[in-house]
């Protein structure tokens, strides 16, 4: 609780009134005890009922005299939370946060109380991260809820939740989550930099807080780890990252990122590891696939058919025999075609999108081929591509690589293979030059650290995981001290 300021220009009533514009769901309740007068402000909409007729109104009515006074409403009203502002903008900002203004009008004194009534929706199941093992709970709009999840499961004193106010004319809470003796004060202090400069009207979600975050404003590619997930959360912060949760976003972020990480799933340390080591090399197959065989098929059509084999070639001829466009114009169409139905899937309520897309997509598929637009071929290639974009755990890093496959498919179009080579190395430099929150983008291959290859490529046995990634810089290098110790009892002995 704050020591009372001296400042005597408290806002009454008709102050606060008239800069809320004569709102409707202001209301002002006067009460007079023993000759003494309150005003008690609060915005009808926002508060709980039952807690202000309570604890505050039926609270002062039964004060004697003597003890209604500024002095003692601030050290004994029954509310948690009790604050002592007299600037109006910070008055205005907590009447319309769920907070009651209670100004005494002979002392020209006020306090404020929080009795807040948010809208809250129940914890449930994280929608853009399925998982078939591990905890299915999700975070939530409530920044206390989102705390609480955290508290819960990581139950350590070092864990350190900074409070921050950011946004100018919308002020928003948000904390930043980290473990003081494991994460580097390097990245911490980036960071918060990064927060200060950040002046803006409003932040309207987590996602637009990690774009103002980034280093590169101008890539395609995510530089924050967004999650819903707070296992996944736990497990990044515990290895030397920082969090960001921000009041009314049920997404948390993740930094310093870097490429590979996008490809981790929480479930791979869930399952065994020759099992996660498969399916992480299946999403960077499928990944890469998706990213360049349309291209390949441009290029290889266009300018090198005579690496397709006879047999394939009198297959693809006789499937391209009615189609009036070139490879790249007939490649374009389809991925733009593909891109439309998945829009329009994310957009159709969700009882009748995935129907509508699969139904959609059958026939839009076979009539485009019976009208001669596209070839059998096409369809099949364009389907895998779709498929391997949404293998990336996180569904920003499948955007990104959708969205680049299109430069590619018109290098293809128009240099062939060649065209491929050159759109590589471009993208491969472009990763080499970006950064994560001053970290390098392409690590551990840039700059590479052997050590570090079994955290983002590879699943080893949990044993192998003494020590937490170098990448991350942490303060406390060992995770766990793994000990083998030989049984006592040998089997012969049962």
Same mark, same amino acid.
Do not use: W
């Given at each position: 609780m704050a020591n009372t300021p001296n400042n005597n220009n408290c806002p009454n009533y008709n102050r606060i009134k008239y800069i809320l514009n004569q709102s409707p769901d202001l209301l002002c309740r006067t009460i007079e005890v023993a000759g003494i007068c309150l005003e008690v402000v609060f915005m009808k909409n926002l508060i709980k009922n039952a807690t202000v007729n309570e604890y505050v109104i039926k609270f002062i009515q039964q004060l004697p005299k003597k003890d209604i006074t500024h002095s003692y409403l601030m050290?004994?009203?029954?509310i948690d939370e009790v604050k002592i502002d007299f600037k109006e903008q910070e008055v205005i900002s907590s009447l319309l946060n769920g907070f009651v203004y209670i100004y005494l009008l002979k002392e020209n004194k006020a306090l404020l109380v929080n009795c807040a009534n948010p809208i809250e929706r129940s914890i449930e199941k994280a929608e853009t991260e399925s998982l078939v093992y591990g905890p299915k709970i999700s975070f939530t709009e409530s920044l206390s809820s989102n705390i609480k999840i955290i508290r819960q499961n990581l139950n350590?004193?070092?864990?350190? *939740?900074? /409070?921050? =106010?950011?946004? =100018?004319?919308v002020k928003?809470? %948000?904390? +930043? +989550?980290?473990?003081k003796d494991i994460t580097d004060e390097d990245i911490l202090k980036t960071l918060k930099q990064k927060l200060e400069t950040i002046t803006t009207d409003d932040i309207i979600d987590s996602s637009v807080l990690a774009?103002?975050? /980034?280093?590169?404003?101008?890539?395609?590619?995510?530089? &924050?780890?967004? *999650? /819903?997930?707070?296992?996944? #959360? %736990?497990y990044s912060i515990l290895n030397g990252r920082v969090g960001i949760l921000l009041d009314r976003s049920p997404v948390a972020i993740i930094g310093p990122a870097n490429f590979f990480s996008f490809f981790e799933s929480t479930e791979d340390i869930y399952l065994r590891w020759p099992l996660s080591t498969f399916i992480r090399f299946i999403r960077f197959l499928a990944m890469a696939g998706s990213l %360049? #065989?349309? @291209? &390949?098929?441009? @290029?290889?059509l266009t300018y090198h058919f005579e690496l397709i084999p006879s047999k394939l070639l009198i297959v693809i001829g006789q499937s391209r025999s009615q189609v009036p466009f070139p490879p790249l114009l007939e490649a374009i169409l389809m991925e733009l075609l593909i891109e439309l139905l998945r829009e329009a899937g994310a957009r159709l309520p969700s009882k009748v999108g995935q129907t509508m897309g699969i139904v959609g997509g059958i026939v839009i598929g076979q009539a485009t081929v019976e009208a001669g637009l596209t070839?059998?071929? %096409?369809?099949? +290639?364009?389907a895998f591509s779709a498929l391997g974009a949404f293998s990336a755990? +996180?569904? /920003?890093m499948g955007t990104a690589i959708r969205i680049t496959r299109f430069p590619f498919i018109i290098l293809a179009g128009v240099w062939g293979i060649n065209g491929i080579v050159i759109g590589v190395c471009v993208l491969v430099v472009h990763l080499l030059k970006l950064t994560s929150l001053n970290r390098p983008y392409l690590a551990p291959l840039y700059p590479f650290r052997i050590k570090d290859l079994k955290y983002f490529l590879i699943r080893l046995p949990h044993h192998f995981y003494r020590k937490r990634p170098v990448v991350n810089r942490p303060l406390n290098v060992f995770r766990i001290g793994w000990k083998f110790k030989k049984t006592e009892n040998d089997?012969? =002995?049962?």
């Open positions: 050290k004994n009203i029954p350590n004193s070092n864990l350190c *939740t900074d /409070e921050l =106010e950011i946004g =100018e004319r928003k809470k %948000l904390r +930043i +989550i980290y473990i774009q103002c975050l /980034e280093d590169n404003h101008y890539s395609f590619f995510p530089q &924050f780890i967004m *999650t /819903e997930l707070p296992d996944r #959360f %736990l %360049l #065989f349309t @291209a &390949f098929y441009v @290029a290889i070839s059998n071929i %096409l369809i099949i +290639i364009v755990p +996180i569904y /920003e089997l012969d =002995e049962f």
